[in-house]
């Protein structure tokens, strides 16, 4: 047992007396005492083999260490054995235990009942990072993936994931058989090491398939800031792609369209939008936004108007984000209105200027 470092001179009782040893405190423990209070800690029979293995001299010394120890305090014994462990650990080449060999130590340590809690509990743990890494697969590929599971599964997996990623997934499930999948998972308490093995499985499968996807690209987005930039007719080509595909056209509309170009906008150009949207709508629509859209909304509202503003903000509340994003949209719908009319010009992209 090398980490009694018996052989150290400074050890011996010749220069350790053992008489009238005080309590023992965690930040005072020599080598010799926590070896002593390991020894202790492991029982009779254990502390047997282990004397079975020192020579006289270590035996006598830490023996007599243990006979004479009183008043130990928790911290002492917490730092004797949290040092073994860390010098067991760096000599041993000993790392982890397989699910198997911990299945058959607790329980003969525990019973087998405790040690599935305890094991669901480590290796639930364990799966997290895992699932952590689903987080950046899109939400309907998430779906698609496991809508052919056992239903009991598909809850399962959901409730190791982020609640608002959860509901994209469950938005994207057929809907015939959502309901089961949200009854499934409200019912979810404990979850035994089968049913949790299977799910290992199966996010290791879906893992693999993931790393295998291409990279995936916000085209909607890129059109829409490709066509923000073009100089000329820009609705001329808007109408081209609509004949093609109304429902992307409309898309590539409302992102040409985002709320984030407010800031951008020339004095003149807000004043008439703020004329236009009811002050109910900006109190809503500036919940959590940019503070570059907020201050440059203020800055153009007439004093008394703004003051109006501030006080129905505050009276709003907390207000839910699908609320503020529709909200947002009707905003933006009637600045596109305003400049598909000509009334305004509405900047569409932040310009590179020169002083």
């Not at 004043?271 to 900006?282: A, G, K, M």
Request: aromatic share 4%; hydrophobic share 45%; net charge negative.
């Amino acid at each position: 047992m090398a980490e009694l470092n018996m052989n150290n001179p400074a050890n011996n009782a010749s220069t350790n007396p053992l008489n009238d040893l005080p309590p023992v405190e965690g930040a005072t423990l020599s080598p010799v005492e926590q070896a002593a209070i390991v020894l202790l800690s492991i029982g009779e029979e254990q502390a047997a083999a282990v004397l079975r293995c020192l020579s006289r001299e270590e035996l006598l010394e830490v023996t007599q260490v243990m006979s004479r120890m009183s008043g130990i305090k928790v911290e002492a014994v917490k730092t004797a054995i949290q040092t073994f462990f860390d010098d067991y650990r760096q000599q041993s080449g000993v790392h982890g235990a397989s699910r198997s060999y911990l299945k058959r130590s607790l329980d003969l340590a525990l019973g087998g009942d405790i040690a599935n809690t305890v094991l669901n509990s480590i290796y639930g743990d364990e799966l997290r990072p895992k699932m952590a890494r689903l987080q950046w697969a899109s939400p309907k590929w998430l779906a698609e993936y496991i809508a052919n599971e056992h239903v009991r599964i598909q809850a399962v997996f959901l409730a190791f994931l982020p609640p608002a990623l959860a509901g994209q997934i469950i938005d994207g499930l057929p809907v015939d058989g959502r309901d089961l999948v949200l009854l499934s998972l409200a019912r979810l308490d404990e979850i035994d090491r089968d049913l949790l093995q299977e799910l290992d499985e199966l996010v290791d499968r879906c893992l693999a398939s993931f790393d295998m996807q291409s990279t995936s690209v916000e085209g909607v987005r890129q059109v829409a800031e490709i066509l923000n930039r073009l100089p000329g007719n820009r609705a001329q080509v808007v109408e081209l792609l609509r004949a093609h595909d109304p429902k992307i056209a409309e898309q590539i509309e409302l992102s040409m369209y985002d709320f984030l170009i407010l800031s951008t906008q020339t004095e003149a150009v807000l004043t008439r939008i703020i004329e236009e949207v009811p002050l109910e709508q900006w109190a809503i629509a500036l919940k959590g936004a940019e503070p570059s859209i907020r201050d440059a909304i203020l800055k153009t509202m007439p004093k008394r108007q703004a003051q109006a503003f501030e006080d129905m903000m505050r009276r709003a509340g907390p207000v839910p984000m699908s609320r503020i994003e529709s909200t947002r949209q009707e905003i933006m719908a009637t600045v596109k209105a305003l400049a598909d009319s000509g009334e305004v010009e509405v900047q569409l992209f932040a310009e590179t200027v020169v002083e």
